[in-house]
């Protein structure tokens, strides 16, 4: 019986174990803000990733863009602060206290054509910094920072 008990804790031990490896492989949520890329349009939704040995890859439901790390030549981080206006007319006045930040990467980078091209993506907060971190990581290249307080969140 003992025996049993102990086979099926190691199961779950194994299990949770294996979920945050497979979600930290889907990538963090983001947002095709704007940028140069004609194929794509502003609001596109879909999932970043830098789990992929050779390229960032940012997959929407109907395709994929995959930047070469080798290729990335600018990394740019920085936040929009928004007060909860509507929210807090709709909600509680307490509300207007309260900030909303919006994370955005700029990413700048050649295509194989030799030309230089840009993405702006939002990206989930909670997902930032390890984003940032891995995208230094791969292209051996440091964040910029827009503002002092972009730099707080991107570091910690």
């Known amino acids: 019986m003992r025996a049993l008990l102990a086979l099926a804790v190691a199961a779950l031990w194994a299990g949770a174990g294996a979920r945050p490896a497979a979600a930290a492989d889907a990538g963090a949520a983001a947002e095709y803000v704007g940028g140069t890329l004609a194929s794509m349009e502003a609001g596109l939704r879909g999932r970043l990733s830098a789990a992929d040995p050779v390229s960032l890859v940012f997959a929407t439901k109907r395709s994929a863009l995959r930047i070469p790390y ?34 955005f990467l700029a990413i700048g980078y050649q295509n194989e054509d030799g030309r230089q091209e840009a993405v702006l993506l939002r990206v989930d907060k909670n997902a930032i910094r390890a984003v940032l971190v891995s995208l230094e990581a791969r292209t051996g290249l440091r964040v910029t920072y827009m503002d002092e307080e972009a730099r707080k969140a991107g570091k910690g």
């Not at 920085?78 to 909860?84: I, K, L, T």
């Not at 709709?90 to 309260?98: A, D, F, Q, R």
């Open 70 to 103: 080798e290729r990335i030549n600018l990394l740019e981080y920085g936040q929009r602060v928004d007060r909860r206006l509507l929210e807090a007319i709709l909600i509680s006045p307490l509300l207007i206290l309260s900030k909303k930040r919006a994370h």
